[in-house]
C-alpha cells in the first residue's frame, strides 16, 4: 500500500502562482512513476502531469505546457507540482496519484494508477 497526501492547494487570482506537494508513505516511492490529474466541476478527470521513478521523463498535457512543472524528491518521498500563471480553467481538485513503474504510453491514462490520494482545491479567480 502507498498512501498519498496532498497539500499546497488555494485561492489565487488569475496570473498567480501555488507548488502542490504530495508526500507518499508506504512502499518504496522510487518504485512509482507519480502523477497528477484534476476534475473540475462537472467535468471529467484529466491527466495534468506525470514524472517517471527517476525523474528522467516528465510528461503534460499540452494546456499546462510551459506553465506547470512537475518534479520529485525521492529523499523526501514527495512530488511537486509548481503552476505558474494560473487561469481560471485551471480551478479544479488535483489529485496525486502514483503507477508502479509505469511506461510512456500508460501515464496519461487514470486507469493505469494504483494509488490516490484524496485531492486539494485548486481555484483560479479572474
Known amino acids: 500500500q502507498v498512501q498519498l497526501v496532498e497539500s499546497g492547494g488555494g485561492l489565487v487570482q488569475a496570473g498567480g502562482s501555488l507548488r502542490l506537494s504530495c508526500v507518499a508513505s508506504?512502499?518504496?516511492?522510487?518504485?512509482?512513476?507519480m502523477g497528477w490529474f484534476r476534475q473540475a466541476l462537472g467535468k471529467e478527470r484529466e491527466f495534468v502531469a506525470a514524472?517517471?521513478?527517476?525523474?528522467?521523463?516528465?510528461y503534460y498535457v499540452d494546456t499546462v505546457k510551459g506553465r506547470f512543472t512537475i518534479s520529485r524528491d525521492n529523499a523526501k518521498n514527495t512530488v511537486y507540482l509548481q503552476m505558474n500563471s494560473l487561469k481560471p480553467v485551471d480551478t479544479a481538485v488535483y489529485y496525486c496519484?502514483?503507477?508502479?513503474?509505469?511506461?510512456?504510453?500508460?501515464?496519461?491514462?487514470?486507469?493505469?494508477?494504483?494509488?490516490w490520494g484524496q485531492g486539494t482545491q485548486v481555484t483560479v479567480s479572474s
Open positions: 514524472i517517471a521513478w527517476s525523474g528522467g521523463s516528465t
Open positions: 496519484a502514483a503507477l508502479y513503474g509505469g511506461t510512456a504510453d500508460a501515464v496519461r491514462n487514470e486507469w493505469n494508477y494504483d494509488y
Open positions: 508506504g512502499r518504496p516511492f522510487s518504485s512509482y512513476t
